[in-house]
């Protein structure tokens, strides 16, 4: 599903973010992308995304070089695409049930099929019952239910979140992964960048391990603790 080859991303700044990329993730996966603050997690998260692009080499998604892409087509790659951060990224003058709606709405989604899926995914997250609650009125773990719920809305073959429980309690986050696992367990691939060396530990899930921008270590049921 992703492979990428021989990728290098130098800002403009002259800070190299990452050297010498080679992965391949395959459609199902759940993988871990750690590594120490600075070490090109987040710069790897805005490459798929296409918020930033390679200086070199080339980044596949289904078989097409997104590199290459024209502006136009970017839209119909995120569409593809469900996306988490760790500060959630809510739109707070609307409710529960509006954040989510509104990602339907601007892939012009019917009306029928908003009112059918928004419910849906929000009973998923658990939040069934606070769908008219503004994000103020959530704690943060419902918040990122929320980002979690609009991300996945759209049933997108990648799920990408980069921190996604940064901001959260220990057991907090441990229901976050539990949705994520689930997610992906219903065959969406899931990629997400963390410093959370207990998550990681636990999942016994693919890991790769980045160091000042180099893969350093990619194992299969791996663990955070390979770093040190
Ligand atoms: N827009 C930018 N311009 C210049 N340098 C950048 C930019 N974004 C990131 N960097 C640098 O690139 C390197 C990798 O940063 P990146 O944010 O990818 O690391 P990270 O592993 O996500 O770190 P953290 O865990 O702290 O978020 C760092 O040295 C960082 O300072």
Redesign the pocket.
Known sequence: MIQMLQVCKQ???G?I?LKNINIEINTGEFVFVV??????????VKLLLKEENPTSGKIFINNKDITQLKQREIPYLRRNMGVVFQDFRLLPNKTVYENVAFAMEIVEESIKNIKKQVPEVLEMVGLADKQNHYPNQLSGGEQQRVSLARAIVNKPQLLICD?PTGNLDPDTSMDIMHILYEINHKGTTVIM?T?AKNIVDLAKRRVIT?RD?EVINDQEKGGYSLED
């Open positions: 800002y403009k700044n800070v973010a590594g120490a603050s600075g070490a090109g997690k987040s710069t790897f921190e960048a410093h980045l921008g």
